[in-house]
């Protein structure tokens, strides 16, 4: 099992950037899909982003593509989302997810096993 602690979130206005990181446990870092999620208020949890083993492959939600960037360093256990040009509507709580299945698109919550318990991300207009 893999616990996940994401960290980086914050207040930052409209415009300006964060980059949020996840440190999962463990020694086998390396043998999990993992993916960035998001949930506002009221709203179900949405896919923002998923990066592949080796961090050959990503995807992106449409809506992050071209601001977002998922990146993972497999030496230093850690997977990252740098996000640029943030808007209003990027406020959430964000969460760091694992998966130990077959690579695909990644953007589904239940192809996760692992969660962690998120990072508050504020834009403020």
Request: glycine content about 10%.
């Amino acid at each position: 099992q893999v616990q996940l602690v994401e960290s980086g979130g914050g207040l930052v206005q409209a415009g300006n950037s964060l980059r949020l990181s996840c440190a999962p446990s463990g020694r086998t870092f390396s043998t999990y899909i993992m993916g960035w999620f998001r949930q506002a208020p009221g709203k179900d949890r949405e896919f923002v982003a998923a990066i592949n083993r080796a961090g050959v492959f990503t995807n992106y939600a449409d809506s992050v593509k071209g601001r977002f960037t998922i990146s993972r360093d497999n030496n230093k256990n850690t997977v990252d989302l740098q996000m640029n040009s943030l808007k209003p509507e990027d406020t959430a709580v964000y969460y760091c997810a694992a998966d130990h299945g077959t690579w695909s698109t990644h953007s589904r919550v239940y192809e996760y096993d692992y969660w962690g318990q998120g990072t508050q991300v504020t834009v403020s207009s």
